[in-house]
């Protein structure tokens, strides 16, 4: 299932659409490069953490509260055990940095 997830960044009015994904489906796990991003979607506030075990690819994680507001952004590398955040959040998304998304990374993650 997909879904539209609709947040403000710098500025910036970002719409991602992206696969709803539950804790079984591994989101971005044994998936290439060129695949969609992923959603999670809780109910309550949550300290889930994410893994990239068997991603082999990096990949921008972002973490929203009840009403879409950023609460952080992380790029991933391939192969990191646990990535989380001490804050409680809603939602994560973690969007494939590839050539489809390279706007949306380049506001996610402007260089340093």
Request: charged share 25%.
């Amino acid at each position: 299932m997909l879904k539209k997830v609709y947040f403000n960044f710098r500025g910036k009015n970002l719409k991602i659409v992206a696969k709803l994904c539950s804790f079984f489906s591994l989101g971005l796990i044994l998936k290439t490069r060129n695949t969609m991003p992923c959603i999670f979607e809780f109910k309550r506030p949550t300290s889930f953490k994410i893994s990239s075990l068997f991603v082999f690819f990096p990949f921008v994680a972002v973490w929203l509260d009840g009403k879409n507001k950023v609460i952080e952004i992380k790029k991933v590398r391939p192969f990191t055990f646990s990535i989380g955040l001490k804050k409680p959040f809603y939602k994560i998304i973690e969007i494939p940095i590839n050539p489809k998304y390279k706007n949306k990374v380049k506001v996610l993650l402007p260089r340093r």
